[in-house]
């Protein structure tokens, strides 16, 4: 039997869309690594979100780990005939690598970078009269086309499981990303109260983006990927 996504967020196998979020969002906080918290538990914890966030997804897990009465030993065959079989030798974990680097970590670096570099830009035009309403108005189409690139990033994210080898590598992609959709977030509360916090906190999560962006650079740099 596979693992226990629901226990992972320690929540039951009824629980709503709403709570799996919320557990989810509670846990990421409390273990991940920036914060103290055990790597490998941050990363199961990003897995079972990825499956039960999706409902496609979520339908297919739920089928497999709760199955209806009398199918559970056929499905516990298939499952480990399916896991033993799965001896990859190092040229094809290789190839995983290769293949995860070009269709995920590139596409989604590239996406990033057309959100960060154009911001300073953006704020220093707004900043030229911020209760300008044509100003602010092109501000919120910057805001609006970047959450829409953000939400391409987290689809091309959930096409390939990160191989294990670069787990590292998988855990600070997700995370950049995730600091510039909350810097959004954060850009998007300012223009609806010109409250100038959200406004740093929204540019203090970029600039840990940009950090992790130069760190994922080197690392890969370093293992030749």
Not at 40 to 66: C, G, H, S, T, V
Not at 186 to 191: G, I, L, W
Not at 199 to 207: H, Q, S, T, V
Request: hydrophobic letters at 30%; glycine letters at 4%; one cysteine or more.
């Amino acid at each position: 039997m596979g693992k226990n996504f629901y226990e992972e967020l320690g929540l039951e196998k009824n629980a709503t869309k709403s709570e799996i979020k919320s557990s989810y969002r509670s846990l990421v906080k409390k273990h991940h690594p920036d914060a103290g918290g055990d790597k490998e538990r941050f990363f199961a914890i990003q897995n079972a979100w990825e499956n039960l966030n999706d409902p496609i997804k979520k339908a297919e897990y739920d089928r497999k780990m709760f199955p209806s009465k009398g199918s559970f030993d056929s499905l516990k065959e298939n499952w480990e005939e399916k896991f033993n079989s799965k001896k990859y030798n190092s040229s094809i974990k290789d190839k995983e690598v290769e293949t995860w680097i070009k269709e995920i970590y590139l596409p989604i670096n590239r996406l990033i970078s057309q959100i960060i570099k154009p911001l300073n830009n953006e704020i220093k035009a707004l900043s030229a009269d911020t209760y300008d309403d044509q100003l602010m108005e092109n501000f919120c189409i910057y805001i609006r086309l970047s959450q829409k690139k953000i939400e391409k990033v987290e689809k091309i994210y959930n096409k390939k499981l990160v191989p294990k080898s670069i787990s590292a590598l998988g855990l600070d992609l997700y995370h950049c990303f995730s600091q510039v959709k909350d810097a959004l977030l954060e850009f998007d509360r300012y223009t609806q109260g010109y409250v100038d916090d959200y406004l740093f906190d929204g540019k203090e999560m970029i600039k840990e983006a940009k950090r992790i962006q130069s760190k994922m650079v080197i690392e890969k740099k370093n293992k030749n990927f």
